[in-house]
């Protein structure tokens, strides 16, 4: 059971790298189109595209690391009023419905994703980036985040001691 909690957050861990590389990604996009368009008045014309790419990736890629060092926003308004074993309760119940939630936007992106690679869809940029990438990066954070659901999950239900 450790060690799939631990492989769990290496995963996660690796997710949340990913998405900081991606934040930096972004960050020096940004500086080469202020440059173009200060310097040379020019533009890579897809700034707002790759941006919005990355900030989808990098929201749903770092989930699962958000959720097991406690950085989702959590509402202690029932929690933290409530006895040991109802809170264990509550804290069970949530998981459970947000892993439901979970698996159900996964069963909705596959689809997508599916479509978009079979039809070879692409964005109607002049990058035209086949829309399989995002929808990709999107999908395997919010996987990852639902296994780390699911570990969350199982460590609720694990009796104490």
Known sequence: MRAFQAAVFGVS?????????????????ILIEITL??????STFVLDEFVGYGVA????LSLGYALETGSLIRVQ?????SAPRARRALEVLAA??????????IAYFWRSF???WSRGAVSQSIAEVPLWIPEGLVLLGIALFALQLFAHLLR?????G
């Open 13 to 29: 861990r690796a997710a949340a790298v990913v998405s900081a590389v991606l934040l930096v990604l972004m960050v020096l996009h």
């Open 96 to 105: 459970g419905l947000t892993l439901a939630l979970t698996l159900f936007l």
């Open 37 to 42: 368009r200060s310097l040379f008045a020019s």
């Open 114 to 116: 599916a479509r978009n």
């Open 77 to 81: 308004l029932l929690l933290g009023r």
């Open 156 to 160: 609720l239900l694990r009796p104490p």
């Open 57 to 60: 990736a990098m929201t749903f």
